[in-house]
C-alpha cells in the first residue's frame, strides 16, 4: 500500500508550527510514555519512527529507557535534540527513512509510531522494518488517527488543545483536508499486517485514533 504522495514535508517553518501546537499535548506524551515504559524492563532499548520535536521521546527517556528517535526532517532532527538536551535527558535523534532504517537486526524491544504513520509513503516497509529491528519477543505500537473518527470527537480534540483562534481554524483544516483523507481504516491495517512478517496485529480504539500492538 504504497503512496505516492507524501504530504507537506515536515521542514522549517511548518515544522515550527507543528511544534508550538503539539507542544500543549504533555498529558497524552507522559501517558502513552507511561504504558510503554510498563510494559518494558528499565534501561530497554525503544525505537521511535518519526518523533517529531522529540516531545513523546523525551517522557521515554525521563523513565529510565535508552531511546533513539528516526525522522525524515531534517529540521526535526535538530529540534529534538536540542528539546532533549533542554530537558536533560540523553535521546539519540537521526535522520532516516522508516522503512529503510540503520538499525541492526534485533536492536530494540520495544518501537513505537505516533501521529506519523498515516504519512508513510511505504507503511508497508515501515513495518517489515520494525519487524526486522526488534529482538525476538520484541513488540511495537502504532498510534495514529481513525478513518471513522467523527467531526465532533475532532472538534472536541482540538478543543482541548487550547489554540489561538487561528491556529485552531488552520488545525481543523489540516484535520479535515490532510489527515483523514490519508488515515487507515480497521481493513487496511489488518490487510498491511497480514501481509507484513507481523502477520496480524490488534486494533484497540482510543477516541480519535487507535493503537496498533505488534508483537515479533
Known amino acids: 500500500m504504497a503512496k505516492a504522495y507524501k504530504g507537506i514535508g ?8 507543528y511544534a508550538r501546537n503539539t507542544r500543549g499535548d504533555a498529558r497524552e506524551y507522559r501517558k502513552i510514555a507511561r504504558a510503554v515504559a510498563d510494559r518494558l524492563p528499565a534501561g530497554a532499548h525503544v525505537l521511535e519512527l518519526a518523533p517529531g520535536p522529540g516531545y513523546l521521546a523525551i517522557e521515554l527517556a525521563k523513565l529510565g529507557l535508552r531511546v533513539t528517535g528516526l525522522d525524515i526532517s531534517r529540521t ?7 528539546n532533549a538536551r533542554a530537558a536533560g535527558v540523553d ?24 501521529a506519523a ?18 529482538a525476538p519477543g520484541g513488540r511495537a505500537s502504532v498510534f495514529d488517527l481513525r478513518r471513522d473518527a467523527s467531526r465532533d470527537a475532532i472538534e472536541r480534540e ?17 484535520f479535515r483536508h490532510m489527515l483523514l483523507p490519508r488515515a487507515y481504516s480497521n481493513d487496511d491495517l489488518a490487510r498491511m499486517c497480514s501481509e507484513s512478517r507481523f502477520g496480524r496485529g490488534e486494533i484497540v480504539a ?11
Open 76 to 82: 526535526f532532527v535538530h529540534m529534538a535534540a536540542e
Open 158 to 174: 482540538i478543543a482541548a488543545m487550547q489554540l489561538s483562534p487561528l491556529n485552531r481554524w488552520l488545525t481543523r483544516w489540516t
Open 206 to 216: 482510543d477516541g480519535i485514533g487507535f493503537e496498533l500492538r505488534l508483537a515479533r
Open 91 to 114: 535521546v539519540d535523534f537521526r535522520l532516516g527513512d522508516a522503512a529503510h532504517t540503520p538499525f541492526a537486526d534485533g536492536e530494540f524491544e520495544f518501537a513505537l509510531c505516533r
Open 10 to 17: 515536515m521542514e522549517g517553518a511548518i515544522a515550527r508550527w
Open 117 to 134: 504513520f498515516k504519512n508513510f509513503s511505504d507503511p508497508l516497509g515501515a513495518l517489515q522494518e520494525i519487524h526486522r529491528v526488534l
